[in-house]
Structures are given as C-alpha cells and as structure tokens.
C-alpha cells in the first residue's frame, strides 16, 4: 500500500536515459516523478517508461520570470580563502 516517497516531481524539458554500451534515447516535453529509491517514472504523451536515476539525465523546465519579478532574486556568492587570516592579493 505505501510505496517509496516522491523526492520531486515535475515538468521536464528533456530527459536522456542511456545503458553502457547502447546509444542514448531521449524524451522531450516529459512529467517526470523521481523517487526516493532512484526510480525514475518518464511520461510524454508518445510514450511512458521507468528508468533508474544512475541511467538519467533529466533536464527540469523551469517557469519563466519576468523581468519585474527578478528584482532582488540573484545571490552572488563570494569564494572563501583557505586560510581566512591571509591577506587577499594587492592591487597596484
């Protein structure tokens, strides 16, 4: 009755799913459920299949922002030093 949890699921752009030594395969416009276990449940309305995380690339559509609606939601992070008592280098 209670199967594994759903980890994310979602509309993808393209998802890839490919077996060592076989040329890869691709599916585009997909729902995509991924699992808590690595399973991966891919449906288009051309086909459905279930494939193992280890044999997927999934490419998540993401919805557009506006340009108003950007304000404010970029966050630039700044690399730390190894040793953060060293000086940082000097400008001439």
């Known amino acids: 009755m209670f199967g594994p949890r759903v980890l ?13 030594g076989e040329e890869g395969t691709c599916v585009d416009n997909a729902d995509v459920t991924l ?10 309305p051309l086909e459905e299949t279930t494939a193992h ?3 997927c690339e999934i490419m998540w559509q993401y ?3 506006g340009a108003d609606d950007r304000t404010g939601k970029i966050r630039i992070f700044k ?14």
Do not use: C, K, W
Request: hydrophobic content about 35%; aromatic content about 10%; overall charge positive.
């Open 8 to 20: 994310r699921r979602g509309r993808a752009m393209r998802v890839i799913f490919f077996y060592p």
């Open 35 to 44: 699992y808590e276990n690595g399973v991966v449940h891919i449906m288009s």
């Open 53 to 55: 995380l280890q044999n």
């Open 63 to 65: 919805a557009a922002v």
């Open 79 to 92: 690399p730390r030093d190894a040793d953060p008592g060293t000086p940082g280098p000097q400008l001439p």
